[in-house]
């Protein structure tokens, strides 16, 4: 097994009613112990607890290097939450949909999941990647309600090959979010740093209270914020090196978040005509 990828399949035995945390489910929780050992790790199907061997079938020989591990979960089930919350290394494949808090805290590996996922994935996340292979729902990349804004997603890259809910990137501080498809309100809300990047639509709300950072919105938005100002029309937008074709329209804000604010909007112009206000200002100031 020297240098070889390890591989521990986990399949639930039934399926669940009430959600079960299984922050256990990563791979330096399984490095270094035996199968027993892993079977014997706490989760909670709701209040209750219950080792994991009761709730799962768990199928692999374990290796001591955390990095050589893949964790493969089968079988779609919302209600598990929290795998790979605070994953240092190694890989998790999901085969199906997961719930929420997938990846929260995370400071390296990575997670690929092919189906939908819920809600708070990545959430406050350091290092490593996520990509998702069908929707997701709110606060991807987000700082957790009540946190102080050092708390944001401060690193890593998530990419949703699908929809997304509200308040995507919300208090980001550093890091790439891409979302293939569209999402809602508040998209970038307080954040300070970092790239998000929506190849589909997006509705209210854009960049509100953002100090830093930049958004790209390559379709339809319904609106800009009155607190952003108009400063140019910019061929491409940069997203990691990655030259994204416009053009664009260059947003600078939210000036009610900060007067020093620097947070920049890039939304396409041929996807929105209704802001060709816009593009009227910046002809007619040249």
Do not use: Q
């Not at 990509?131 to 401060?154: T, V």
């Not at 929809?163 to 550093?174: F, P, T």
Request: net charge neutral.
């Amino acid at each position: 097994m020297n240098g070889e990828i390890c591989e521990i399949i986990i399949k639930p035995k039934k399926e669940f009613k009430v959600p079960v945390e299984v922050d256990v489910i990563k791979p330096e929780n399984f490095a270094g112990k035996s199968l027993n050992e892993i079977l014997g790790l706490v989760v909670y199907e709701g209040n209750k607890e219950r080792k994991l061997g009761e709730l799962f079938e768990v199928v692999g020989e374990p290796v001591d290097d955390a990095s050589k591990i893949r964790i493969i979960i089968e079988g779609s089930t919302r209600k598990l939450w929290s795998i790979g919350a605070e994953m240092t290394t190694g890989e998790i494949i999901v085969k199906g949909d997961v719930g929420h808090y997938l990846g929260m805290k995370m400071k390296g590996g990575s997670i690929l999941v092919h189906g939908n996922v819920g809600s708070w994935i990545g959430a406050e996340m350091t290092n490593g990647t996520i990509e998702i292979h069908g929707n997701a729902g709110d606060y991807i990349g987000a700082r957790f309600r009540g946190e102080r804004p050092e708390f944001g997603m401060k690193g890593g890259k998530i990419v949703i090959h699908g929809n997304a809910g509200v308040e995507v990137g919300r208090g980001m501080i550093k890091g790439t979010i891409i979302i293939d498809g569209n999402c809602l309100e508040f998209l970038g809300a307080n954040m300070k740093g970092g790239s998000i990047l929506v190849k589909g639509n997006c509705t209210r709300r854009i960049g509100s209270g953002m100090t830093g950072g930049k958004i790209i919105v390559c379709g339809h938005v319904d609106s800009i914020l009155p607190s952003f100002y108009i400063e140019d029309i910019s061929k491409t937008a940069k997203v990691k090196g990655v030259v994204i074709e416009g053009p664009f329209y260059l947003f600078l804000g939210d000036y009610m978040a900060s007067t020093k604010a620097n947070g920049r909007l890039f939304i396409s112009i041929s996807n929105n005509p209704h802001l060709k206000k816009f593009l009227e200002l910046i002809e007619g100031g040249e």
